[in-house]
């Protein structure tokens, strides 16, 4: 099972992810994953601990993981379609929704693959990263259509092969919303209004992408004045170290 824990920024996602993960690794192995590319992960987890890997990728290293798994196969449809050199894969490799996607499909093969019982995701502010991923999936399945265009009026293009490739993307693309889909969201917001309201937007952006946030966090909240406001699990204002911080937040979310 991935929780991926959602929200507009700065409302405490990382740290109650962290604090998450923590409660699920002394019973299984547990597997906490950043995709926003400044995640302040390393400054909480400074030191290894038992049962909880902690994955955390700079776009930099991201985009050259992608060329190495698809940068040839990629570049060998791109250029029947334009005259350019392999310098077009790194723009490839850093446009809207590639990284996220490879990412992702990183966390569903390490969760097919059986070595973690549960995958914590910190995602990156708003429902950004959902919304590319569809874009994505779409640019697929029109990539797909104009190839066999293409490949009508075009000699010299092996048309099993770019077949091939296309129908991989597409799978790959299929994958991650399958799992997306099968993921459990949690929604965290703090008791500021622009805060509330814009976990209002998130939400509803994530139910028209056929996404659904199961819990509610509400972090930081001193008191009631948001009362009308759903809250599944609500936490209080702590102070102290950002691992200190994890600590006395681990406590309220005991499991979900």
Aim: aromatic share 10%.
């Amino acid at each position: 099972m991935i929780t991926a824990f959602v929200g507009k920024g700065g409302v405490g996602k990382t740290s109650i992810a962290s604090a998450y993960a923590l409660n699920l690794s002394e019973s299984s192995k547990t597997l906490l994953v950043s995709t926003d590319f400044m995640s302040s992960l390393s400054y909480i987890f400074t030191e290894r601990v038992k049962n909880l890997d902690v994955m955390t990728l700079s776009e930099s290293e991201v985009s050259e993981m992608w060329k190495s798994t698809y940068g040839e196969e990629v570049y060998s449809i791109v250029k029947e379609f334009v005259d350019t050199d392999r310098s077009i894969l790194d723009h490839i490799a850093t446009s809207p929704g590639v990284a996220e996607e490879f990412i992702i499909s990183k966390i569903t093969s390490l969760e097919d693959s059986g070595s973690y019982r549960n995958i914590v995701w910190d995602t990156p502010a708003s429902s950004s990263t959902m919304h590319l991923l569809k874009v994505e999936r779409e640019f697929y399945e029109h990539l797909g259509r104009d190839i066999k265009f293409v490949l009508k009026i075009k000699s010299g293009i092996s048309k099993d092969q770019a077949t091939k490739i296309i129908r991989r993307w597409q799978d790959l693309s299929e994958s991650v919303w399958s799992t997306l889909r099968k993921s459990k969201f949690v929604l965290v917001t703090t008791p500021d209004e622009l805060s509330v309201l814009q976990s209002a937007e998130i939400e509803n952006d994530l139910n028209n992408l056929g996404l659904y946030t199961q819990y509610h966090i509400c972090n930081r909240f001193i008191d009631n004045k948001l009362s009308e406001y759903r809250c599944d699990v609500t936490i209080g204002e702590f102070s102290g170290s950002s691992r200190e911080i994890v600590e006395k937040i681990r406590p309220h979310i005991l499991s979900f």
